[in-house]
């Protein structure tokens, strides 16, 4: 079976700070895709990273980086320099190329960025 | 527009009415997605069609009925639903399938109420 995992339902940290979202997943794949998703209050979701299980270097977009560790299974999210803008809710997921681009997503964890 | 559009964003209905949400991507994708998103669990894929074929359905009571006329537009059809049905349905697309990588759009979703 295909899970992932979000053991943080709520996160807070300070504006300008950094703070690190957890997530683990299983599958017995060796060839599949990481996200990390962001749900705003407004609730449209917006792709925040990825990354290629093939690919050994974390990925990075600007404030937002991700720490893989591929034999424990373990795709957490950095952010740096912690913004407003940044409250919302924030979803793993993986995909398994070959099966119609199917999904995977865990159950989120919201943050709140505090002024 | 651009992106991926949903409508209603809001939506109340009572058990016996019968209903429909859209969905439109203006991304040129040949892949579309419904999910349901319930407070504190995962993302529930529901069907997915690729090149206007349905290829996913996870075990989806029959009271949806999706319906993808062409690759720009999705349909949710809905009928005789109960309670716990309420929830936020969201529509995505993406592009290609098989080995590569494909990145989910999501639309903002509609907020469906079932009294």
């Known amino acids: 079976a295909q899970t992932v995992t979000q053991s943080q339902p709520e996160m807070s940290v300070q504006e300008a700070e950094t703070v690190t979202l957890s997530c683990t997943y299983d599958t017995s794949e060796n060839n599949y895709y990481l996200f990390w998703y962001k749900q705003p209050p407004s609730r449209q979701m917006i792709l925040v990273i990825r990354q290629e299980a093939y690919k050994q270097q974390n990925a990075t977009e600007n404030r937002f980086s991700v720490n893989f560790q591929k034999a424990a299974k373990s795709f957490s999210l950095k952010i740096s320099d912690s913004q407003l803008g940044d409250t919302a809710m924030y979803f793993c997921?993986?995909?398994?190329?070959?099966?119609?681009?199917?999904?995977?997503f865990g159950t989120g964890t919201s943050l709140t960025v505090i002024p | 527009e651009t992106g991926v559009t949903q409508t209603p964003r809001h939506l109340v209905m009572g058990m016996t009415n019968k209903k429909s949400l859209k969905c439109e991507q203006h991304l040129g994708h040949n892949a579309m997605y419904w999910y349901k998103q319930s407070a504190k669990k995962p993302l529930e894929l529901m069907f997915v069609y690729s090149l206007e074929e349905r290829v996913e359905n996870n075990s989806v009571p029959s009271r949806f009925s999706p319906e993808c006329p062409n690759s720009s537009h999705l349909f949710l059809h809905l009928h005789t639903l109960q309670p716990e049905d309420s929830a936020l349905y969201l529509c995505?697309?993406?592009?290609?399938?098989?080995?590569?990588?494909?990145?989910?759009?999501f639309g903002p979703g509609t907020r469906l109420t079932v009294l």
């Open positions: 997921a993986f995909m398994l190329p070959n099966t119609g681009n199917q999904f995977y």
């Open positions: 995505a697309s993406s592009q290609g399938q098989g080995d590569s990588y494909n990145e989910q759009f």
